[in-house]
């Protein structure tokens, strides 16, 4: 009985082991983790630390620098253009008949008055000459009432003729004279005509392509006329300025300062002609908020063409004495733009600045540096405040010295293992 009830004693080292080892893996691992940290904060300390630059390390970084200098700086404002005749003439006809005759070709420069076309004048001159004859018919009839008239009156004063009937043939001569005036309206219109039969070039230009060939009926009016007649020699570009830059030009051509205008190609990088602005429009788009000014060239090349979308630049005036330095100098930072300023200690300064006009490769700077600072214009990755740096262009011997004694070193180098 006591023997059944009996068991054997669980041992005292087995239940307690397994708790003693988890808590023993726990800890391993929580050692682990905290080497990890400490690794990891310790090789990001040191990677942090060798970027330094300057006193921590004493390695200094090579840069690029420039001089900041004087100058003159242009005003210069760029819009887009198009390139629009001064004069563009349809040559038309007055009246109606066939061309008999094109004087022109396609292409040519013509003069003003110079022989366009002509247009057959055998109708126009047998009217001419009807009117004429007309006329001539009228002009007797006036010369014979005016002889009645005349003797009327003589006998009017001896009382031989009736007053009504002297008074007729005055108002018959009067009569007459109208008729000849209206006979002599038609001759001259008629020889008029026979003026426009001949189409002449009304302006100095280039004729365009050709509307209507030789033998064609042509009609006073009729679409697209004979040719279209374009003055190319000068021409205007035609161009917009914002409203906000509107005064200062204003003020410019107000004083009598003529306005200089280069034209650019579309891609703004080839000069085409130089001019100068002729006149400015009289009211502001209300729509853009712009204004158009016209500009004359005198394109003796012709390398204008009319409808031709060029750059305006506009020279509005010249900066003088301005300080001006590399637009690559800028940097942009938290506080707006800024440039590294090089010390005597071959330490570099931050120095934030004003920027004023820039043509893309100078800027002008109206706050912040002054003539004869050292600015960094390339190298400035790494810079920050107190940062030591060095210019190889203030040493450029010690570097050519150094490039020379390496083919030296090389070559004895190679004697020693011969």
């Not at 100058?71 to 007055?94: A, C, F, H, K, S």
């Not at 009017?156 to 009937?165: F, G, L, P, R, W």
Request: net charge neutral.
């Amino acid at each position: 009985m006591s023997e059944h009830n009996s068991s054997p004693a669980p041992s005292p080292s087995s239940s307690p082991r397994r708790p003693s080892r988890s808590r023993r893996w726990i800890w391993v691992v929580l050692v682990l983790l905290l080497l990890g940290i400490l690794a990891y904060v310790f090789l990001g300390h040191r990677e942090k630390a060798s970027r330094r630059v300057g006193s921590t390390t004493g390695v200094a970084q090579p840069v690029t620098v420039e001089t900041v200098a004087t100058g003159d700086m242009p005003v210069i404002l760029t819009e887009l253009g198009t390139v629009v005749p001064i004069t563009n003439v349809t040559v038309q006809t007055r009246v109606e008949g066939y061309l008999m005759d094109v004087k022109f070709t396609e292409g040519q420069h013509v003069k003003k008055d110079d022989l366009l076309a002509v247009i057959d004048p055998r109708p126009y001159e047998v009217a001419l000459h009807q009117y004429q004859g007309q006329l001539a018919q009228d002009q007797a009839q006036l010369e014979r009432a005016r002889i009645d008239n005349a003797r009327y009156q003589k006998l009017i004063k001896q009382d031989s003729v009736a007053a009504m009937t002297a008074r007729d043939q005055e108002f018959t001569v009067k009569q007459l004279e109208g008729t000849v005036k209206v006979d002599q309206a038609l001759v001259d219109n008629q020889k008029l005509q026979l003026v426009y039969c001949h189409i002449t070039a009304p302006v100095d230009g280039r004729v365009g392509i050709r509307a209507v060939d030789k033998g064609n009926y042509v009609a006073a009016g009729q679409s697209g006329g004979l040719a279209i007649l374009t003055q190319m020699q000068p021409i205007s570009v035609i161009f917009t300025l914002p409203q906000d830059q509107l005064p200062q030009v204003a003020d410019q051509l107000r004083a009598g300062h003529p306005l200089q205008v280069e034209a650019w190609n579309s891609s703004n990088t080839q000069k085409i002609a130089t001019g100068s602005v002729s006149s400015l429009d009289s009211q502001i788009d209300t729509a853009t908020g712009t204004v158009r000014l016209r500009a004359i060239f005198p394109n003796e090349d012709e390398h204008l063409f009319p409808n031709q979308f060029v750059n305006a630049r506009l020279l509005v005036t010249t900066l003088h004495d301005a300080i001006i330095v590399p637009s690559n100098a800028l940097q942009t930072g938290p506080n707006g733009q800024f440039v590294y300023v090089v010390k005597a200690d071959n330490t570099v300064d931050v120095r934030n600045v004003k920027p004023g006009i820039t043509d893309g490769t100078r800027t002008v700077v109206t706050e912040g540096l002054n003539p004869g600072d050292r600015v960094v214009t390339d190298g400035t990755d790494h810079l920050r405040a107190g940062a030591e740096v060095s210019i190889p262009a203030d040493h450029p011997d010690t570097s050519k010295q150094k490039q020379d004694a390496h083919p030296a070193s090389s070559h004895r180098h190679h004697n020693s293992t011969n």
